[in-house]
């Protein structure tokens, strides 16, 4: 009977160390029973409200990211799984950072050869140093920011709310990434430098 109580105890209190870094223990949830779970979760948002998916759809992603909350209320431990869900019409932002080269200011050599010396160039500053987009969604980021997100593997979780903040109209460089016309990335900001 003792054996059978301590290695309760030392099921509970590993369970317990997994719950306090947000990460749900397999002794607490069967990966079959909790894949149910999401599931069902898919099927209602499906059928409640058809324009959303759910994001996650595999258990072991709930396995790997620290997203659980949990308490107890008597006697019973209460856990608090998020389950992400994202609109169809809204695709993943690719995750860009930042890298700027100096660029001539006049592309024409003859005029660079005779006229200009040293040759100037310029070079684009931008505000942020990382750029989430998409076709139409433009999202200056820091690396402070994606701290609000949550990191999976090659992903980042972001909270609709958070994005929808930091999201701009066309910056200089979504600009330059979608080759608009000049006048749409009027809001560069280049300084002069001399190539080396």
């Known amino acids: 009977m003792y054996e059978y109580m301590m290695t309760e105890i030392e099921f509970l209190m590993d369970a317990m160390d997994s719950l306090s870094d947000g990460l749900i223990s397999h002794k607490l949830i069967e990966p079959m029973n909790l894949q149910q779970m ?11 409200y058809p324009e959303y998916t759910v994001v996650m ?10 997203l ?3 308490t107890c209320h008597k006697e019973q431990l ?10 169809y019409t809204e695709n993943p932002l690719d995750l860009y950072y930042l ?18 010396e040293p040759h100037p160039y310029t070079q684009i500053h931008p505000k942020e140093p990382l750029l989430a987009l998409s076709y139409s969604t433009y999202v200056p980021l820091t690396e402070k920011d994606l701290h609000n997100c949550y990191h999976f593997g090659k992903y980042y979780l972001c909270e609709h709310t958070f994005l929808s903040q930091r999201s701009s109209t066309h910056t200089c460089e979504s600009a330059i990434y979608h080759n608009l016309p ?3 990335s ?3 900001v280049t300084l002069p430098t001399t190539h080396i």
């Not at 999401?38 to 409640?48: A, F, G, L, M, P």
């Not at 759809?57 to 620290?66: A, E, G, M, R």
């Open 38 to 48: 999401i599931d069902q979760v898919d099927e209602s948002v499906k059928n409640r």
């Open 186 to 188: 009027r809001n560069c």
């Open 99 to 116: 890298h700027t080269v100096p660029v001539p200011l006049n592309i024409n050599q003859q005029l660079l050869a005779t006229k200009m």
């Open 68 to 70: 659980v909350r949990f």
């Open 182 to 184: 000049r006048n749409k």
């Open 78 to 87: 209460v856990l608090q799984i998020p389950v992400y869900i994202q609109h």
């Open 57 to 66: 759809d595999q258990v072991q992603q709930y396995f790997d990211l620290p």
